[in-house]
């Protein structure tokens, strides 16, 4: 389907009235579904094939910190392009669509002047989709895309359906074996888990060639050296322990940006980061000043290397996904505070991850009583309703030291700090706000696709 036809069944936005600033750059914006933050060749899997992916960082910054807002689709996304948390849109729960009234990032650079876009994925409801200009569900319509633009700075989103679950083989090249694979800790180290990695792996690849093409196209269109181009994921890997969860798995995200000529090739950025600030960043390379409703704010100066540190904590939330959920984080370079408001339930998995080769091979280990603490931390019941994890010596935050009496002050410090964020971004309580599970907690077997009303 073409660009323009495309974009009235969408819903086309009103064309902009106002005046790009001079030389404001135009801006592409790569979003990966439910890729792991680690598992990129520049991020450091070697076992893993995505040159083109590899070669935003090196030309441009790889940021190494940065978390994201949710650890799950639609309420990612729209907190990227709100500027707000999810609860404060309303939109904290899985397929919960942007409300009328609420702007989003190509509204504003519209009205500064800028031609803006989006493909593939959106998932954030028609009131997100009728404030672009323009919708393709093909990359091949990049160039239709450059051509309506003109000589206009542009806004493109491009909404990947890679690596999301499920995987068909047959529709992919294969480029990856068992071999290739890195197996997480929580993970179960055998042939099933090893081939559903590297399907993911596959799809991973499919995607970095879909960014290479339309790189490709950007720059035999001559665009290339004034864009700001960003890669992201957002949430985690779809495997047990990742995505949903609330650990760096779960809510940490590849971050790669690349600007010639303002953002330095090759350099690393490794103060903490939220993609809750990326529109007001985007607004600022612009020139453009940010919406007085977002909460985000810019890390430009961090990318052009004018400063070193950007936020002292980064927080996030897990509400309803198949199950429903009330936990929040705060997070800082080193610690991790997590809270879990219904204890007495085992976590709820999304679907997509427990109905997975990799889940049935956990589920057999379990039913024979065989899974090393960090494969069973997904089943334990009751759960923690605070954990605090040392990143620095935990990186995959197995080993829970909020009832250590040395790390006490660090559990009251941080607690104090999430109270903060829950009273001035109006967070709502955990007893409000609740919506019924359609997915079994201790199987994993999704038994309904209703999604019941909430209450």
């Known amino acids: 389907m073409g660009g323009a036809a495309a974009a009235g069944t969408l819903g086309r936005a009103s064309a902009g009235s106002g005046t790009a600033p001079e030389h404001a750059p135009t801006v592409l914006v790569f979003v990966a579904d439910d890729a792991g933050w680690k598992d990129f060749g520049c991020y450091g899997n070697r076992g893993i094939k995505t040159p083109n992916i590899d070669q935003l960082a090196d030309e441009g910054m790889l940021c190494e910190k940065t978390f994201l807002t949710a650890p799950q689709c639609s309420p990612s996304r729209i907190s990227v392009l709100t500027g707000k948390y999810p609860h404060q849109t309303g939109t904290e729960d899985l397929h919960m669509p942007i409300p009328p009234g609420e702007e989003i990032l190509p509204t504003w650079l519209r009205q500064g002047g800028y031609y803006t876009g989006h493909m593939r994925k959106t998932h954030y409801g028609p009131e997100g989709e009728k404030q672009f200009d323009w919708y393709s569900k093909e990359v091949g319509d990049f160039q239709e895309f450059l051509a309506e633009a003109g000589d206009r700075p542009f806004f493109l989103w491009v909404g990947f359906h890679d690596p999301h679950r499920g995987y068909d083989r047959e529709s992919i090249n294969r480029r990856h074996d068992a071999s290739d694979v890195s197996v997480p800790r929580q993970l179960i180290d055998d042939q099933a888990t090893r081939e559903d990695l590297s399907d993911y792996y596959d799809e991973i690849s499919r995607m970095d060639d879909e960014i290479g093409e339309m790189m490709r196209i950007l720059e035999a269109a ?116 997590i809270r879990n408001a219904y204890t007495e339930l085992p976590f709820g998995n999304p679907a997509d991850v427990s109905m997975s080769p990799s889940w049935y091979s956990l589920m057999e280990q379990k039913n024979m009583d065989r899974l090393t603490p ?80 909430m209450h």
């Open 222 to 337: 001559g665009r290339g050296n004034n864009t700001l181009t960003v890669f992201f994921s957002d949430n985690g890997m779809p495997f047990p322990g990742a995505k949903g969860t609330l650990y760096d798995s779960g809510v940490g995200t590849p971050l790669l940006c690349r600007w010639p000529g303002r953002i330095s090739p090759g350099s690393r950025c490794s103060s903490l980061l939220s993609i809750v600030d990326l529109s007001a960043t985007i607004l600022d390379a612009a020139g453009l000043p940010a919406a007085d409703s977002t909460e985000g704010r810019s890390m430009l100066p961090v990318l052009l290397g004018r400063e070193q540190e950007n936020r002292k904590y980064v927080f996030g939330e897990r509400n309803w996904h198949n199950c429903d959920e009330h936990m929040r984080y705060v997070r800082t370079p080193r610690f991790k505070l």
């Open 374 to 453: 960090e494969q069973a931390r997904i089943f334990q019941v009751p759960r923690p309703a605070v954990e605090l994890y040392d990143i620095r010596e935990d990186p995959g935050e197995f080993n829970n030291l909020a009832g250590e009496r040395e790390y006490a002050d660090t559990v009251r410090e941080l607690g104090e700090v999430l109270d903060q964020w829950i009273k001035e971004t109006g967070d709502f309580p955990p007893h409000e706000r609740r919506r019924a599970d359609n997915t079994c907690r201790v199987t994993g077997v999704k038994f309904t696709w209703e999604n019941k009303a």
